[in-house]
């Protein structure tokens, strides 16, 4: 209370340490020793010993706290106007600024060592005197230090009065204070003018005015004056032009009056909300501050005055808005609520069909948010809802959707938990816009896609990718303004293969429409398409090939893991869709099996068997992976039959993998379009129609061999009408190397002459039959045939007889061996056509 400078240091400090300690209230019960020491009036240390207790130890904490500030700047006279007391502190002369006679200043004599205070004298105008116990009592403030004094008045007493200055009451401290000492008394005048709230401020429906004087009268003695410096400060901080404009604070200094702006609601102040039937109220309160400096001519004596000025508006009617920010594009509602004070919280959001909870409306995705406004004290309420939530009505009419939104916000105003509603209605309209129409088809090796987008624009995606210019270029695009197309190789990376099916992979190819604001799918369209592939490739060399891909179904298959069923043998090339096998009939664990016409070679693709490493996180998928081969490799060689089988390979002309002394000769038999022996029927072709009498081309191979020495004869050759060779009935054509003479149509051999097939004339047999038909009732028709013959091979280094040595009549043959071995070959099914 001694000096109002290091009085408010003092309460600036306490808050300092409240807000730094965890337990306010225990800290400021401990507050117990406060020391303040004002040194010179330059110099104020204030010292707070703290002693903290209520921990768990018994020995309270002491601390000791010091602060020192400095306040060099007096003026002659300081004058203080807060929202409830008035202070005025004037200088004391010292001995040295006086060297006139002191009567000819008699109030302004050194207040020495030895003077003190005994009598107050306020001006009401009419002159009161009191002593200073009194005046203490009376809730006066009175203090001097070497070199002021300090007096501070409640702003409303008996001894202050109201005086209108421009227009605006002041209430006026006019005092002289009274030093004795013996028989002498010095006086010191002191004098603080305050204006009051009423008469001085004008509240807008907007704006808060507020209009000072600037020459006070009743603290200027002369005409002769000068203003210095005006400053504009909020809630007892000084603030600078620039920040003023940012808050759109105005301060203007008219001929008369100092008048000062704010908006109502602006930063700075606060709102204070009030409910009355369900009508949302504001009030706004915001303490601004002005401080003067100026300086009386004559005098030479400047005063520095500083008034604190809290305004409160009344309640004002507050209509909250709802700003609808929809952009119906987007396909979700944004709405803007507020503005509301900063003491309201938004509770829960009523829709027709529920009550959903904050919390409840994030989770649903309406991201409820509060958002302090920039440049005002006042905030709003941000929130979204999709179109598709079903709290949102949605109606059909021609040509467009409409979207409704109603809901009703529940707020409430704190702390005195006052609710609030507030209620809004919102529509959205969007046209509706006909998905694109995707069409396709495919060739033998690409996926052809053709989208009619009327000029609708979508993201689209190919597979996984976003159809970019750069993959649009690779695929073909094209567009004619209404449709796009694309043309998509069944090898491209966006293609995924569904199934492997005989000699065919099916590809799928997926086009995905999306809208990119929503992120939502428009159309979507799926293509799948057998793509012939030969997987498997058989070499007339022995080389095999094997293409494995990776399905759809199996995603995480590794194909670098593959291996045929030697695990050391890997694949060539693998990628992430495709690994690739080379190998041959007697490596990577091929097997090999003599079927009955044909030599079958097989292998398999597949994943290694892992299971015995000791990996046994993911064992069991492994097993499950391993489980299946993904593909198996099957090779046919032609051996015994005239058809040609799988993969339509050549027979197999060089021998790298033949056992001799198997037993088992591998002959073949097939028929040739005509007398040339050059091109012969396929596997497919049968069964073959021929007329009646039309020749039949025989052509009987020993494959496997490439020993010139030995030659392929042929011992009995017959048809039958079931495929089964020793069915009857049964018609002879060759019977021990001789055309039968009873057949009414003979056989005709035909010579065979080296050429690019045949490299050894001896390993082959051809003859010619013309088309018969059984002479029997019970087959009349429909008339079909089966050829089958009985094949020697013979040794021309030791011939032995039989058919190797025997000579047919109308034949000139030779000596052919010894027999080695017999072997059955037949022909597929031969029809006659009638
Ligand atoms: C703060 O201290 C007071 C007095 O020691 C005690 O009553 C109060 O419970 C404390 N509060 C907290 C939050 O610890
Ligand atoms: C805040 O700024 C906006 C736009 O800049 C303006 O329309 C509004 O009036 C300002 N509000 C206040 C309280 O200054
Ligand atoms: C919603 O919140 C308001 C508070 O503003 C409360 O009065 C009302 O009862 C709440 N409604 C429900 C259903 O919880
Ligand atoms: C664009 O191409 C589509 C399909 O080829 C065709 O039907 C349509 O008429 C074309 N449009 C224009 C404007 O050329
Ligand atoms: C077998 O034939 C294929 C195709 O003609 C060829 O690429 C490959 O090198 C041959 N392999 C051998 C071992 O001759
Ligand atoms: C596939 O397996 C190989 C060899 O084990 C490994 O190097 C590669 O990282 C694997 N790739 C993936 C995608 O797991
Ligand atoms: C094997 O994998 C298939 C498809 O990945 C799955 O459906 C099946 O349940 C799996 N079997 C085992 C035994 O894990």
Same mark, same amino acid.
């Given at each position: 209370?001694?000096?109002?400078?290091?009085?408010?240091?003092?309460?600036?400090?306490?808050?300092?340490?409240?807000?730094?300690?965890?337990?306010?209230?225990s800290?400021s019960k401990s507050?117990?020793?406060v020391?303040?020491?004002?040194?010179?009036?330059?110099?104020? $240390?204030?010292?707070?010993?703290?002693?903290?207790?209520?921990?768990?130890?018994?020995?309270?904490?002491? +601390?000791q706290?010091?602060?020192?500030c400095?306040?060099?700047?007096?003026?002659?006279?300081?004058?203080?106007?807060?929202?409830?007391?008035?202070?005025?502190?004037? *200088?004391?002369?010292?001995?040295?600024?006086?060297?006139?006679?002191?009567?000819?200043?008699?109030?302004?004599?050194?207040?020495?060592?030895?003077?003190?205070? $005994?009598?107050?004298?306020?001006?009401?105008?009419?002159?009161?005197?009191?002593?200073?116990?009194?005046?203490?009592?009376r809730?006066?403030?009175?203090?001097?230090?070497?070199?002021?004094?300090?007096?501070?008045?409640?702003?409303?007493?008996?001894?202050?009065?109201?005086?209108?200055?421009?227009?605006?009451?002041?209430?006026v401290?006019?005092?002289?204070?009274?030093?004795?000492?013996?028989?002498?008394?010095?006086?010191?005048?002191?004098?603080?003018?305050?204006?009051?709230?009423?008469?001085?401020?004008?509240?807008?429906?907007?704006?808060?005015?507020?209009?000072?004087?600037?020459?006070? =009268? #009743?603290?200027?003695?002369?005409?002769?004056?000068?203003?210095?410096?005006?400053?504009?400060?909020?809630? &007892?901080?000084?603030?600078?032009?620039?920040?003023?404009?940012?808050?759109?604070?105005?301060?203007?200094?008219?001929?008369?009056?100092?008048?000062?702006?704010?908006p109502?609601?602006?930063?700075?102040?606060?709102?204070?909300?009030?409910?009355?039937?369900?009508? +949302?109220?504001?009030?706004?309160?915001?303490?601004?501050?002005?401080?003067?400096h100026?300086?009386?001519?004559?005098?030479?004596?400047?005063?520095?005055?500083?008034v604190?000025?809290?305004?409160?508006?009344?309640?004002?009617?507050?209509?909250?808005?709802?700003?609808?920010?929809?952009?119906?594009?987007?396909?979700?509602?944004?709405?803007?609520?507020?503005?509301?004070?900063? =003491?309201?919280?938004?509770?829960?959001?009523?829709?027709?069909?529920?009550?959903?909870?904050?919390?409840?409306?994030?989770?649903?995705?309406?991201n409820?948010?509060?958002?302090?406004? #920039?440049?005002?004290?006042?905030?709003?309420?941000?929130?979204? /809802?999709?179109?598709?939530?079903?709290?949102?009505?949605?109606?059909?009419?021609?040509?467009? $959707?409409?979207?409704?939104?109603?809901?009703?916000?529940?707020?409430?105003?704190?702390?005195?938990?006052?609710?609030?509603?507030?209620?809004?209605?919102?529509?959205?309209?969007?046209?509706?816009?006909?998905?694109?129409?995707v069409? &396709?088809?495919?060739?033998?090796?690409?996926?052809?896609?053709?989208?009619e987008? &009327?000029?609708?624009?979508?993201q689209?995606?190919?597979?996984?990718?976003?159809?970019?210019?750069?993959?649009?270029?690779?695929?073909?695009?094209?567009?004619? &303004? $209404?449709?796009?197309?694309?043309v998509?190789?069944? %090898?491209?990376?966006?293609?995924?293969?569904e199934?492997?099916?005989?000699?065919?992979?099916?590809?799928?190819?997926?086009?995905?429409?999306?809208?990119?604001?929503?992120?939502?799918?428009?159309?979507?369209?799926?293509?799948?398409?057998?793509?012939?592939s030969?997987?498997?490739?058989?070499?007339?060399?022995?080389?095999?090939?094997a293409?494995?891909?990776?399905?759809? !179904?199996?995603?995480?298959?590794?194909?670098?893991?593959?291996?045929?069923?030697?695990?050391?043998?890997?694949?060539?090339?693998?990628?992430?869709?495709? !690994?690739?096998?080379?190998?041959?009939?007697?490596?990577?664990?091929?097997?090999? *099996?003599?079927?009955?016409?044909?030599?079958?070679?097989?292998?398999e693709?597949?994943? #290694?068997?892992?299971?015995?490493? %000791?990996?046994?996180?993911?064992?069991?998928?492994?097993?499950?992976?391993?489980?299946?081969?993904?593909?198996?490799?099957?090779?046919?060689?032609?051996?015994?039959?005239?058809?040609?089988?799988?993969?339509?390979?050549?027979?197999?002309?060089?021998?790298?993998?033949?056992?001799?002394?198997?037993?088992e000769?591998?002959?073949?038999?097939?028929?040739?379009?005509?007398?040339? +022996?050059?091109?012969?029927?396929?596997?497919?072709?049968?069964?073959?129609? *021929? +007329?009646?009498?039309?020749?039949?081309?025989?052509?009987?191979?020993l494959?496997?061999?490439?020993?010139?020495?030995?030659?392929?004869?042929?011992?009995?050759?017959?048809?039958?009408?079931?495929e089964?060779?020793?069915?009857?009935?049964?018609?002879?054509?060759?019977?021990?190397?001789?055309?039968n003479? /009873?057949?009414?149509?003979?056989?005709?051999?035909h010579?065979?002459?080296?050429?690019?097939? /045949?490299?050894?004339?001896?390993?082959?047999?051809?003859?010619?039959?013309?088309?018969?038909?059984?002479?029997?009732?019970?087959?009349l028709?429909?008339?079909?045939?089966?050829?089958?013959?009985?094949?020697?091979?013979?040794?021309?280094?030791n011939?032995?007889?039989?058919?190797?040595?025997?000579?047919?009549?109308?034949?000139?043959?030779?000596?052919?061996?010894?027999?080695?071995?017999?072997?059955?070959?037949?022909?597929?099914?031969?029809?006659l056509?009638?």
């Amino acid at each position: 209370e001694t000096n109002s400078i290091c009085f408010r240091l003092l309460l600036l400090l306490m808050a300092v340490v409240s807000i730094d300690a965890q337990n306010e209230s225990s800290l400021s019960k401990s507050l117990t020793n406060v020391i303040l020491f004002c040194g010179e009036d330059h110099a104020f $240390t204030t010292t707070l010993n703290l002693r903290l207790h209520g921990n768990q130890m018994d020995e309270d904490e002491l +601390y000791q706290v010091a602060e020192t500030c400095q306040y060099t700047a007096w003026a002659s006279r300081e004058i203080v106007c807060d929202h409830n007391y008035m202070e005025v502190s004037v *200088k004391r002369a010292a001995p040295h600024d006086y060297v006139l006679p002191n009567h000819l200043i008699p109030s302004k004599r050194p207040v020495e060592a030895g003077f003190r205070i $005994t009598t107050l004298v306020f001006f009401t105008p009419e002159e009161r005197i009191m002593e200073v116990k009194e005046a203490l009592n009376r809730g006066y403030g009175i203090a001097n230090t070497p070199s002021r004094l300090v007096l501070r008045s409640p702003k409303t007493t008996p001894e202050t009065y109201i005086q209108n200055v421009a227009g605006v009451p002041m209430t006026v401290l006019k005092t002289s204070t009274i030093f004795e000492k013996k028989w002498l008394a010095v006086q010191i005048d002191a004098t603080a003018a305050c204006p009051l709230v009423e008469g001085s401020v004008s509240v807008s429906s907007n704006t808060i005015a507020w209009y000072l004087p600037w020459h006070i =009268d #009743p603290l200027i003695s002369s005409k002769q004056f000068k203003l210095l410096e005006v400053h504009m400060g909020i809630n &007892g901080q000084r603030i600078t032009t620039a920040e003023m404009a940012a808050r759109q604070y105005s301060l203007i200094v008219s001929s008369t009056h100092i008048v000062i702006k704010i908006p109502i609601g602006a930063v700075g102040g606060y709102l204070k909300s009030n409910v009355q039937d369900n009508q +949302y109220f504001t009030s706004y309160t915001v303490e601004p501050m002005v401080e003067l400096h100026w300086i009386e001519d004559t005098t030479h004596e400047d005063t520095r005055y500083k008034v604190l000025f809290p305004i409160t508006t009344p309640f004002l009617p507050q209509p909250l808005q709802v700003i609808d920010e929809t952009v119906p594009n987007k396909q979700i509602f944004k709405l803007i609520l507020g503005p509301f004070g900063t =003491d309201v919280a938004l509770i829960n959001i009523t829709f027709p069909s529920e009550v959903l909870s904050v919390a409840e409306c994030n989770v649903r995705g309406f991201n409820v948010m509060e958002l302090m406004s #920039p440049n005002s004290s006042s905030k709003v309420f941000i929130l979204q /809802v999709p179109f598709m939530d079903p709290v949102v009505l949605q109606m059909t009419q021609n040509g467009f $959707t409409l979207y409704r939104l109603q809901l009703t916000f529940g707020l409430l105003v704190l702390p005195e938990l006052a609710p609030l509603s507030h209620t809004a209605h919102l529509e959205a309209k969007l046209v509706n816009i006909a998905p694109p129409k995707v069409f &396709g088809g495919c060739d033998h090796q690409n996926f052809y896609v053709l989208v009619e987008h &009327g000029r609708r624009s979508f993201q689209t995606m190919v597979g996984k990718q976003m159809l970019t210019p750069d993959l649009g270029q690779k695929y073909g695009f094209m567009d004619n &303004g $209404t449709h796009f197309s694309l043309v998509v190789p069944f %090898s491209a990376p966006d293609v995924v293969f569904e199934a492997i099916e005989q000699a065919s992979i099916r590809g799928r190819i997926d086009v995905i429409m999306r809208n990119p604001e929503t992120n939502t799918e428009i159309k979507k369209f799926s293509m799948a398409c057998n793509f012939h592939s030969t997987l498997t490739v058989c070499f007339p060399n022995g080389t095999m090939t094997a293409l494995a891909v990776k399905l759809e !179904a199996v995603p995480s298959l590794n194909t670098s893991r593959l291996t045929l069923r030697d695990p050391t043998c890997g694949p060539l090339f693998s990628n992430d869709r495709f !690994a690739y096998f080379i190998f041959s009939g007697n490596t990577c664990g091929t097997t090999r *099996k003599f079927l009955s016409n044909v030599m079958l070679y097989e292998n398999e693709i597949s994943l #290694p068997d892992e299971s015995d490493k %000791s990996d046994e996180s993911d064992e069991s998928e492994r097993k499950n992976e391993s489980e299946e081969p993904v593909l198996k490799v099957s090779c046919y060689y032609d051996i015994n039959t005239i058809h040609t089988l799988a993969f339509r390979t050549k027979p197999l002309m060089n021998q790298p993998y033949a056992e001799n002394g198997k037993g088992e000769l591998q002959v073949a038999m097939r028929l040739a379009l005509d007398k040339s +022996y050059s091109l012969f029927y396929r596997e497919e072709d049968y069964p073959i129609s *021929k +007329y009646l009498q039309q020749p039949l081309y025989f052509e009987v191979e020993l494959m496997r061999s490439r020993n010139p020495k030995v030659s392929l004869e042929l011992e009995n050759c017959w048809a039958t009408l079931k495929e089964d060779r020793m069915s009857q009935p049964r018609w002879n054509l060759i019977i021990d190397g001789c055309a039968n003479k /009873v057949h009414p149509y003979q056989v005709v051999f035909h010579p065979v002459w080296v050429d690019a097939r /045949v490299e050894n004339p001896s390993h082959f047999k051809r003859f010619e039959v013309q088309m018969f038909s059984f002479d029997d009732k019970e087959t009349l028709s429909p008339q079909v045939l089966f050829v089958h013959c009985d094949a020697v091979i013979c040794d021309a280094r030791n011939p032995l007889g039989g058919v190797c040595n025997k000579k047919c009549p109308s034949k000139n043959n030779e000596i052919r061996g010894q027999r080695q071995a017999l072997s059955h070959v037949s022909s597929g099914l031969i029809n006659l056509t009638q």
